[in-house]
T-cell receptor, first 111, second 113 residues
Framework: KQEVTQIPAALSVPEGENLVLNCSFT??????LQWFRQDPGKGLTSLLL?????REQTSGRLNASLDKSSGRSTLYIAASQPGDSATYLC??????????FGKGTTLSVSS | EPEVTQTPSHQVTQMGQEVILRCVPI?????FYWYRQILGQKVEFLVS????????KSEIFDDQFSVERPDGSNFTLKIRSTKLEDSAMYFC???????????FGPGTRLLVL
């Protein structure tokens, strides 16, 4: 059964710092991986989808990488801003249609 | 930009009552999903729906749950007889194709008393 783990559970950084969020999954036979942002009490906003054949995907200040063989993905945020404060969720597609989520990393960026 | 919408945003119900949560997926999407998130826990998959039938369901999606696409735009989740442990945020999502980007709605917060 696929398990997704995100470390750390919480992270606090000063504004302007570059940071990396980690996601690991137990079954490397995934199709795609999707990163989301969740603000408190709100829905999930899709940030990036990395297809299983890709190693990286970029959107603005965000860069996500995928290493299927080691069961890892990272989300790199450049030049962090207070508006980046949120919970970041990693989710993987297995053989079916379901996304399997990690518990998330709660990021706090102070000004 | 097209988005997934959900109604109501909040629902309070008594244990044992039936509730229907409503969603309008993105119009040209073919796959529809329901997920739930109990407070402080992971987002959990409930069910996926394609071509007017269930594609996949989780162990959570038992006989108390059902989904329906009653017309060309709405997608509903019915909980037949709510339990206290059904209290959660319920998210609807849609995607153009399987394994492509899923777009989530803002959620319905369900509280069962």
């Amino acid at each position: 059964k696929q398990e997704v783990t995100q470390i750390p559970a919480a992270l606090s950084v000063p504004e302007g710092e570059n940071l990396v969020l980690n996601c690991s999954f137990t079954d490397s036979a995934i199709y795609n991986l999707q990163w989301f942002r969740q603000d408190p009490g709100k829905g999930l906003t899709s940030l990036l989808l990395i297809q299983s054949s890709q190693r990286e995907q970029t959107s603005g200040r965000l860069n996500a990488s995928l290493d299927k063989s080691s069961g890892r993905s990272t989300l790199y945020i450049a030049a962090s801003q207070p508006g980046d404060s949120a919970t970041y969720l990693c989710a993987v597609y297995g053989a079916g249609t379901a996304l399997i989520f990690g518990k998330g990393t709660t990021l706090s960026v102070s000004s | 930009e097209p988005e997934v919408t959900q109604t109501p945003s909040h629902q309070v119900t008594q244990m044992g009552q039936e509730v229907i949560l409503r969603c309008v997926p993105i119009s040209n999407h073919l796959y529809f999903y329901w997920y739930r998130q109990i407070l402080g826990q992971k987002v959990e998959f409930l069910v996926s729906f394609y071509n007017n039938e269930i594609s996949e369901k989780s162990e959570i999606f038992d006989d108390q749950f059902s989904v329906e696409r009653p017309d060309g735009s709405n997608f509903t989740l019915k909980i037949r007889s709510t339990k206290l442990e059904d209290s959660a945020m319920y998210f609807c999502a849609s995607s153009a194709m399987s394994s492509e980007t899923q777009y989530f709605g803002p959620g319905t917060r369900l509280l069962v008393l």
